[in-house]
Nanobody, 126 residues
Framework: QVALVASGGGSVQAGGSLTLSCAAA?????????MGWFRQAPGEERRGVAS????????FYSDSVNGRFNISRDNTKNRMYLQMNNLKPEDTAMYYC??????????????????WGQGTQVTVSS
């Protein structure tokens, strides 16, 4: 089991920025080779936003956020981040962090991800 805790959500106006953080419980690093962010808006299915290879640091983004969001990690702190810039009302959703034990990391297919944290709400007003 990998405990993941997401934080940093809030309310911002369109064009603003927020940074989300996901803390992973120390230890069992072999259980998570990759970490990622997903989001779910009311009435919609959960979708992938971005993922990162924890060893190489290489990111992968969905088309909807590429160029606006930046995913990063700090392995010394067991944390992953999502810096969100130029936010749009359509970015409004509950954001979840996730981890997976096996490569590849460059996938945002939901069933590829083993572990899920609780969500943090992001609301963008126009």
């Amino acid at each position: 089991q990998v405990a993941l805790v997401a934080s940093g959500g809030g309310s911002v106006q369109a064009g603003g920025s927020l940074t989300l953080s996901c803390a992973a419980a120390p230890g069992r690093t072999y259980s998570r080779r990759c970490m990622g962010w997903f989001r779910q808006a009311p009435g919609e299915e959960r979708r992938g936003v971005a993922s990162i290879d924890l060893t190489r640091g290489s990111p992968f983004y969905s088309d909807s956020v590429n160029g606006r969001f930046n995913i990063s990690r700090d392995n010394t702190k067991n944390r992953m981040y999502l810096q969100m810039n130029n936010l749009k009302p359509e970015d409004t959703a509950m954001y979840y962090c996730a981890a997976k034990s096996f490569y590849p990391c460059a996938t945002l297919e939901l069933n590829a991800w083993n572990y899920w944290g609780q969500g943090t709400q992001v609301t963008v007003s126009s």
